[in-house]
Structures are given as C-alpha cells and as structure tokens.
C-alpha cells in the first residue's frame, strides 16, 4: 500500500556559481583567454571595457530571444513583476577590481613582451618534403606517405610491414606487397636524419654508424659492438664485450664514444607542432626587491569585463515604455537571464584573481628563503593542509590552483606542486624536507666517480651520515624519481 510521508532531509550542493569557480580555477594561464572567448561568444550581455557596444544596441532583444526558445522559458508573470530593473541598470558593476589596484611603481616587463609564434617545418614534413625530390609513380608515392605517416615523433617505424599493407587496402585501396613495402622503408632510411624509419634503437645506430667512414677502427668496432653484443652494451657488461673483441682499453672507450655520439631519437630534433605545451606561460611573477618579496598576478589574468551597455540601455527602455504585452515580458526576463550569467562569470574571475593570490602569497611566506636564495635544501616541508589552513580555503581548491600554475622567478619558472613535499627527521629530531634529501642524493651521485658509481646502500650510509634518517628503499624510490638510474647503468670508461 502507498503511503505519502513528509520528510527533512539537509542537503549540501554546490551552486552553480561554485561549481563554475572550481572550473575557472583549474584553467591555466594559457588557456583562460581561450575560456572567457567563448563565454563571450556565448553570451552578448559580456564585453570587454575596450569594446564599443553599437552593434549590441541595433539588436531587439526580443529577437534575440527568438533564437534562443529552447534555453529560456517565461515562469509566469510573478517572475517579471518581481525584477527591479534598478539593479539591472545601475553602473556599478564596472568597478575596478580590488586585484587590479596595485602599485605600478615596477614595470611589467615580463608580462607585455610580445610571445614569438613560431614558424616551422615539422618531423613528417620535412621526410614528404625529401619524398618529393625522389622519382616514383603515383601509386609508390602513395605508399610512401602511409608509410611515412606511421613513423612516430621520435623517428621510429613501430607498425608492422603487415599491418601497413592492410591500411593501404583498407583506406586507400591500394593493392601492395610485404616486399614492396620493405623497400620503400630500405628507400625512406636513407632520408636525413640519419637513423630514421627504423623499427628499434639497435637499427637506428647502426644505421647512423654505416654513414660515418668505414675506414676508421672506431666506427668498426662500434658496429661490431652494436651489431653482435647490443644486450651487452646496453647493460655496459664491458668488460665481456673487451674480452669478446680483444679490443684494449682505449680501443673500447673509442668505441664506446662514437655510439654516445649518436642520436637515439632522430625525431627528437624536430619539435611537434601540435604540441601545445612548447611554451610555459608564468601565472605569477615574484621579484626580489632588495630583500623584500614582491608578488603580481600575470595581466593575462586579469581581464577587463563588463556588462553590456546595450543590454542595459535595453532595460531603460522597457522601463520608460508603458505598454507591457507578453513578448516584451518575455525579452525582459531573457536579458535579465543573460545579465545574471555575465554578473556570476564576472563574479568568477574576481575571486579566481583573489584565489590565486592568497594561495601563492601563502607559499611565497612559507617558502620565503627558497625565493629569497634558489636554494633547494632551504625548502620547508610543505603539504596541501598547511596552505589551506593559512588561507582558509579548502584542500580541494590549494590542489586546484597547485596541479595548473606556475610562478617565474629569478631562479627559473616553477610549477606550484614543486614547492610541496613530505617531510623528513633528522638526528636531532629536525623535520626536514624530502625535496632536500633528493638534492642531496642528486649532488652525491653527480659528484661520484663514474668507473665505480655508488649503490643505493652506500647511498644510504652517506646520507645517514649527513644525519638523515632513511632507509635503502627509501633512497631507491628517490633515486628513480628522480629519474636516475641504478649504479651499474651509470658506470662510464
């Protein structure tokens, strides 16, 4: 039997207005002007204080809502006779935001230096560029393409020939061989780089070795190296690949020397163009000022954005008019919809300003001395928590700000996650921060002798020394962090 029952229930929701903060602050620098394009593109009640507003004014908001029926819909005449359009028509709204009043006694070089764009011939360009100087048919042509077009950002043909026969006759439908495809790819690694189109590193050497003089006993020794002892060298057991080869000690190291000398990654050379990551965009900028810490917010971040005037002109008119039929009811509440939204997206970037600034004004205090000398081992022991204790936000929101910004300094540009880390005990019962221990570690493996690199477990007894508490394991996982690797990787002639 149904019952119908009367219950209370306390509920915890994010606004709308909250949940559109929390997305502005994961939007990085670079990115944010891209993010308010297409807020403005999406609502014509926003502008830019730059902008002239003309066109807003030669259109009827009426028709304006006729194109937008399916996101607006009237709520009854309650809904319209409780707006005051006072609120919608005063100029408050084009205050100068508090962020925005800082003292300009310092130039913002850094900021208004034009970024250079760069124009440039990809990896895969450059190869069709070279495929082009070569006389085939159409169809050897068309093979080629496909088989350049499988090569990969860092020079290497990782398809299998099978499985380029079968794309050829899928998707062009084009008829080829196993051997035909091979000696296109014969024909494709003589192009420039060297060690191009090569299906793995051995290859790729020695294909870059064959281009060298072969009359030189280094570069034979190196081929002989790569071609019968490549796992061997790989793993630097030298001494069975000198004994192997009869080769002396200087003979190896030459040997060894042309191989270092090659380029692993052809492709290496030739950055993506696609990558939308070749530039970092700096969201703060500290400057040392004589001993004292100065913090500005990047001028990208701080658009200038207001409502429209149109829109408000609008209103005034509606106001002024003493007809009021169901469509000019109508028109009014969609304006007032759109001010509404361009009110909170204003509203966002305000307090995304804000955020941004206590968060990093945070860290700067906490981490004081690392921005005061570069010094890494002056770090301090730093998690999410302290922040959002000394900023009052929510964990949450730190990690937001933490994970997509970054700060320029004078001792380079840092992401934000850089400055946290767990800590450490010492001897003396001093918590310290992991970040130092790994310079440590960093500075003693840099500083040892190559012929016989240090193990982990000497590793650990020196930093044990230094009076840090740590164990194998530990300064295993730093180690690989960090990515170096293992003592016997790192042995050199």
Request: proline share 3%; aromatic share 8%; with cysteine.
């Amino acid at each position: 039997m149904l019952k119908q029952t009367q219950q209370q229930k306390l509920l915890q929701k994010l606004s709308p207005q909250q949940i559109q903060l929390m997305k502005l602050l994961q939007v990085p620098t670079a990115n944010l002007e891209e993010r308010i394009k297409e807020e403005l593109e999406e609502n014509p009640a926003l502008e830019h204080s730059e902008d002239t507003y003309d066109d807003d004014l030669s259109k009827d908001p009426a028709e304006e809502y006729e194109n937008n029926d399916d996101e607006f819909e009237v709520d009854g005449e309650s809904e319209y006779d409780n707006i005051d359009i006072s609120e919608y028509v005063s100029e408050g709204d084009d205050d100068i935001a508090d962020y925005k009043l800082r003292d300009d006694n310092y130039g913002d070089q850094e900021e208004t230096r034009t970024i250079p764009v760069r124009v440039e011939t990809s990896f895969h360009e450059q190869l069709l560029s070279q495929l082009g100087m070569l006389a085939l048919d159409e169809r050897q042509h068309r093979v080629a393409e496909q088989i350049i077009g499988s090569i990969d950002d860092d020079g290497y043909l990782r398809r299998e020939v099978d499985a380029i026969v079968d794309d050829l006759s899928f998707s062009q439908n084009i008829e080829t061989s196993d051997e035909e495809v091979k000696e296109l790819i014969k024909l494709i690694q003589t192009f420039d780089p060297p060690g191009v189109c090569c299906a793995d590193l051995r290859e790729c050497l020695l294909l870059q070795l064959r281009r060298k003089p072969q009359d030189e006993p280094s570069i034979v020794n190196a081929t002989q190296i790569l071609d019968e002892y490549f796992e061997e060298f790989t793993k630097k057991h030298y001494e069975k690949i000198q004994k192997a080869l009869g080769l002396s000690d200087d003979d190896l190291k030459e040997a060894i020397t042309q191989i270092i000398r090659l380029n692993p990654k052809p492709g290496s050379n030739f950055e993506s163009v696609n990558k939308a990551e070749s530039y970092v965009i700096p969201d703060f900028f500290i400057l040392n000022n004589n001993g004292k810490l100065e913090l500005s917010l990047n001028s990208k971040n701080a658009p200038d954005l207001r409502i429209s005037e149109g829109y408000r002109e609008m209103l005034r008119e509606y106001d002024k008019g003493d007809k009021k039929d169901k469509r000019q009811k109508e028109a009014v509440l969609f304006i007032k919809q759109k001010i509404d939204a361009a009110k909170w997206f204003i509203d966002a970037i305000k307090q995304r300003q804000h955020t941004l600034l206590s968060t990093m004004e945070a860290i700067m205090d906490y981490q004081r001395e690392f921005f005061l000398t570069g010094d890494e081992t002056t770090l301090k022991p730093m998690i999410l928590k302290d922040i959002a204790d000394r900023t009052q936000l929510d964990i949450s929101t730190v990690s937001r700000v933490a994970n997509s910004k970054f700060v320029q300094t004078e001792f380079g540009t840092f992401k934000l996650k850089f400055f946290f880390s767990e800590s450490l005990s010492t001897d003396s019962g001093e918590e310290v921060s992991t970040r130092e221990v790994k310079k440590i570690l960093s500075d003693l493996i840099e500083g040892e002798n190559k012929r016989k690199p240090l193990s982990d477990e000497n590793l650990t007894k020196m930093l044990q020394e230094k009076g840090y508490n740590i164990a194998r394991r530990t300064v295993a996982k730093y180690r690989e962090q960090l990515n170096i690797p293992v003592a016997r990787l790192r042995k050199a002639l």
